[in-house]
């Protein structure tokens, strides 16, 4: 049997309750306290009432009036005191969480955000999260202090008339049917614009992100109006519910007043009568005037709680997605130094049930550089991702010094593997944190050596603060040959085993090319190296390149070897000879 929705939620929520909750018990220790002495004061009013008309004293008034200013006293404090703890513990949650959502998106995979848009998962992390927070918050809050606030109320009335008390509570099976059918309304309307949020998110952020791309395609006008559909929808599904909130809250107020005029009826009649004092017909009035609050404040809370609870399960699918790289319960040690061999054993690797890699065998001596050429597509940025463990074969075996990569854990892994991605990111920060990244420690004269190692000095020279100078996003303000050259600064900062660049000099020119092959060359020395291009003159001094195509190894050997065989990589080196040639004529 599924579990109801409500017991879903609090299963997932405890969790981040239970390191607060002795918290939330003196928060709750005071709520209770404060809705004790809010019911204490209409009993105060009734014996006030009928002790003074059945004879007038100033000291019974004084007294009276004292004990309702200290019932007041009390309600106020135990009120302050229950809002502190309670809703300040919401923010902790909302902390706690905000922190496990980053920490699992740093875990994940590519291939979740593959399926995940980045507006998608902004929205839950923020508007969802927000709402959680409302739930946890004001919403438990006052849920708790409704029904208490009502069954207090609804006993002391019982006490003093059961008659009346029923006919009061005539509007209450009505009150219960609009909560059930409104609340089920508002949680399903609140799921589908929690989802349109997503995608507004999600249109923005990829607007922000390709504005260039868009104005050289003049496309303003054209994103300009699919984000205003988007928008439109939203507004809609939002007018959808404030239709049923619009609806929910004055029917409830309706059936308040309902509520004072029988009360109001029924108890001028039992006045009339001599059947109830009129201390206790003003107290009966006062317990209906606390009970406003709660039948109102009930549709706000479950307002609140479908919100929440539908914001929890959006969060959830987040926090419950499992990573495909994970790390052994217990992983195998690497040797101290390591010495970087990599070797794959008969791999491949599926995409969408297409094999981008197909079979792959190939050894890599340690301290050796080695380069894999081929067509787009043919499936090199797949090899490579493979050895800092990226991503896992569907079959097959890859190897760091001998042992399987999913014997060892993965950040102890790409500690000894600098890693120049095809595509260069940088952060919105200075160069030299940039630089720094995978080696936080490192002192500046080291940032500056692995700058100079990869030709990035020069240019740094010129910039007007140096290695503070702070970089727009995504590195904007740098050119994409600096962006890569960055990048495999950062990658040689940290000293490792093993270089891996895929494509990473695709940015610049020959000219700068060789200045920065010429800087690799002592950085790469007794370092096992790897690199993808599409440049012969990049690979050309390699001990062993490997031809892919078609996810397949279909040649390997040195320069000379493979220009003698006469085959793809021979073909590539005289189209780009002849290339180079025009070049020179033009």
């Excluded at 879903?8 to 918290?23: C, D, N, Q």
């Excluded at 992983?331 to 794959?344: C, D, F, N, S």
């Amino acid at each position: 049997m599924k579990p109801s929705p409500f017991r879903e939620t609090l299963t997932i929520a405890w969790p981040y309750l239970r390191p607060y909750r002795w918290g939330l018990l003196a928060g709750f220790a005071s709520l209770i306290l404060k809705v004790m002495a809010a019911t204490v004061v209409p009993l105060i009013l009734r014996d006030g009432f009928d002790t003074l008309l059945a004879g007038f004293d100033f000291d019974k008034l004084w007294r009276f009036a004292a004990l309702i200013l200290i019932a007041s006293l009390v309600r106020g404090a135990a009120q302050y005191y229950m809002r502190l703890k309670l809703v300040s513990i919401s923010r902790d949650v909302e902390f706690d969480i905000r922190n496990d959502i980053f920490a699992q998106l740093t875990r994940l995979s590519a291939d979740f955000f593959q399926s995940m848009r980045t507006g998608d998962i902004m929205a839950r992390s923020t508007n969802d999260l927000n709402q959680v927070r409302m739930m946890l918050g004001p919403g438990v809050m006052y849920w708790t202090e409704t029904v208490l606030t009502t069954l207090l109320a609804v006993t002391v009335m019982v006490g003093v008339d059961w008659e009346l008390t029923l006919i009061a509570l005539i509007p209450a099976p009505l009150v219960s049917v609009a909560v059930v059918y409104f609340g089920q309304r508002i949680h399903k309307r609140f799921e589908t614009i929690q989802s349109q949020f997503s995608d507004i998110s999600s249109r923005a952020q990829e607007n922000m992100s390709g504005a260039r791309i868009v104005r050289a395609y003049a496309q303003e006008q054209a994103e300009i109006d699919k984000f205003a559909a988007l928008n439109r929808d939203y507004i809609q599904a939002n007018m959808g519910l404030v239709r049923d909130t619009g609806m929910f809250y004055p029917l409830l107020q309706a059936l308040v007043g309902l509520t004072f005029l029988l009360v109001m009826w029924a108890g001028g009649w039992r006045l009339a009568e001599g059947r109830i004092t009129l201390g206790g017909f003003v107290m009966f009035q006062s317990y209906m005037g606390m009970l406003i609050w709660p039948m109102i404040a009930f549709g706000w809370v479950i307002n609140l709680t479908q919100r929440g609870m539908a914001s929890l399960k959006r969060i959830r699918e987040i926090l419950d997605a499992h990573p495909a790289i994970t790390r052994p319960v217990s992983p195998r040690a690497l040797p101290e130094p390591p010495r970087g061999e990599l070797r794959l054993e008969n791999v491949s690797v599926i995409f969408g049930g297409v094999r981008a890699l197909d079979g792959v065998t190939m050894t890599i001596p340690a301290g050796a550089a080695a380069a894999v050429v081929g067509h787009t597509g043919s499936g090199k940025s797949t090899l490579l991702q493979l050895f800092p463990r990226l991503l896992d074969p569907a079959s097959g075996r890859v190897f760091f010094d001998g042992i399987d990569l999913r014997d060892l854990d993965p950040r102890a892994l790409r500690r000894y593997i600098g890693f120049v991605p095809q595509e260069s990111f940088l952060f919105s920060s200075t160069l030299a944190e940039n630089i720094r990244l995978g080696a936080p420690d490192a002192s500046r004269s080291e940032i500056e050596a692995a700058a100079e190692k990869a030709g990035l000095a020069g240019d740094i020279a010129g910039f007007p603060q140096g290695y503070e100078t702070v970089l727009g996003e995504r590195g904007i303000t740098l050119s994409g040959g600096q962006k890569q050259r960055t990048s495999i600064a950062r990658a040689l900062l940290p000293d490792p085993a093993v270089l891996i660049l895929d494509d990473a000099l695709s940015a610049v020119d020959t000219i700068t090319e060789e200045r920065i092959l010429h800087h690799l060359a002592d950085a790469v020395r007794g370092r096992t190296s790897l690199f993808v291009s599409h440049r012969v003159s990049t690979v050309k001094d390699c001990d062993v390149i490997f031809v892919l195509d078609q996810g397949k190894i279909r040649e390997q050997g040195t320069h000379a070897e493979l220009i003698a065989r006469g085959g793809y990589y021979a073909e590539l080196h005289r189209k780009q000879l002849l290339e180079e040639e025009l070049e020179k004529v033009s």
